[in-house]
């Protein structure tokens, strides 16, 4: 049976807990991303994944398509065409740029070659780890985790579980955003100066940089999922 915790700090962690006036009712800028948009069959031709590798590879050099085009005896109009995956380049073109970009010709077929990873949790099979603060009755399971990919972030989605009462909470703060979402039991949860009471089924995301964890224990036991993003090569 669930218990209601009584350490309330004082009596005023109640009378502080008011969620932020911002919410998702509020925002204005358009989202630009579709979540259910499928990609066009071309993206998954040779050609494009080859004309997307030599435009990357003659950007990062800083260089015009008409310097390539000078440096590779390679028309304008023809390397216009295999930036945009229009054409197929032949071996002795794909030779050419590899010489003038400096790179392998194998550099080219990297992107279609390149595996897109996946990881598959069964229920109660997440690791178990320890994160700073870690103690007893707070258990942090981590259900996946994908190291270097194609999209330059990494997401660290943990199931939260915690089940004894606590006087003091730790306070994170980490670079990155995060995302709760209540399962069980309730929380007063802190993000900055804000205090958010939340149940089950209520969520939060938020800016990581600011200091953020529990502040009162209301009701255990009490799960929560909580996802970090944060670019690659950076702790998060």
């Known amino acids: ?17 008011k969620p932020s006036p911002k919410s998702v009712a509020t925002i204005r800028t358009p989202l630009t991303q579709d979540p259910h948009a499928v ?16 435009r990357a590879f003659r950007k990062k050099l800083g260089i015009t398509v008409a310097d390539l085009a000078a440096a590779t005896d390679i028309s304008l109009g023809m390397l216009s065409k295999i930036e945009n995956g229009i054409t197929s380049p032949s071996l002795t073109t794909l030779q050419a740029l590899s010489r003038a970009l400096g790179v392998p010709v194998t550099a080219f077929f990297r992107r279609f070659e390149e595996e897109r990873s996946a990881v598959f949790v069964r229920a109660g099979e997440g690791l178990d780890v320890e994160r700073r603060g870690t103690r007893a009755g707070h ?12 999209s330059g972030v990494v997401v660290e989605p943990y199931l939260i579980t915690l089940t004894e ?29 804000n205090l958010y009471p939340m149940k089950p089924g209520d969520s939060l995301f938020f800016d990581a940089d600011a200091p ?18 944060y670019p690659q090569g950076s702790a998060g």
């Not at 990609?39 to 030599?54: N, S």
């Not at 069980?184 to 802190?190: A, H």
């Not at 953020?212 to 993003?229: A, F, K, N, Q, W």
């Open 1 to 17: 049976m669930a218990k209601k915790a009584t350490n309330f700090r004082n009596g005023a962690a109640a009378a502080r807990a």
């Open 39 to 54: 990609r066009d069959t071309r993206e998954k031709v040779l050609e494009v994944a080859i004309g997307r590798e030599v």
């Open 139 to 150: 258990q942090y399971n981590l259900l996946g985790h994908i190291g270097s990919n194609t």
């Open 165 to 193: 009462d606590s006087d003091v909470f730790p306070t994170f703060q980490h670079e990155g955003m995060e995302f709760l979402y209540m399962l069980e039991g309730e929380v007063v949860y802190r993000h900055g100066s």
């Open 212 to 229: 953020h964890g529990p502040e009162v224990l209301t009701v255990l036991p009490m799960r929560y999922l909580s996802i970090i993003c």
